[in-house]
């Protein structure tokens, strides 16, 4: 945990943001990473945790990266087997977390942007700093409809 706090690593990091909470932004994602894999028990490159603040209480949506500046990023870019999504009520206080499988979450987004093509304007939208990331939004309720009938079918399927 030393490093984490290490100034000197944090001053290396590349700004990708252009603000100075980036650093602390990674820094508190290394070390929910960590904390994450103690408890589970997992190696915490078998995760991509992300924090999601404030957004998700005002809009009632979960929102997933899917590429920053152009170019593909979170979702279609993890190499991880898990997605952790934790939803912060502020900066210390994290009032719930969902993990769900990284090819069970492609399929989710997979599916709802293909049933809201109609509404591709309002659910694909580019948000963050200078709205350079281009995310999914999707209500949290049709994501949990969509997650169970993601995991029915591929427990129908593992037991065919």
Request: charged share 30%; hydrophobic share 40%.
């Amino acid at each position: 945990m030393r490093a984490i706090n290490n100034k000197k690593v944090l001053q290396n990091i590349i700004m990708f943001n252009n603000n100075k909470d980036f650093d602390f932004d990674l820094a508190r994602g290394v070390k929910s990473e960590h904390s994450l894999a103690q408890i589970l028990g997992l190696s915490k490159d078998k995760f991509e945790v992300k924090s999601e603040f404030g957004f998700w209480q005002k809009s009632g949506n979960i929102c997933i990266e899917l590429a920053y500046k152009g170019k593909p990023s979170g979702l279609r870019t993890t190499k991880a087997k898990y997605w952790v999504h934790r939803f912060m009520f502020n900066q210390d206080v994290c009032v719930g977390q969902w993990l769900v499988p990284v090819k069970n979450l492609k399929q989710i987004v997979k599916i709802f942007i293909k049933e809201n093509k109609k509404r591709k304007s309002q659910i694909i939208r580019m948000l963050g700093d200078n709205y350079q990331s281009r995310c999914v939004l999707i209500p949290m309720s049709e994501f949990l409809n969509l997650w169970r009938k993601v995991e029915i079918k591929t427990k129908d399927t593992k037991t065919k």
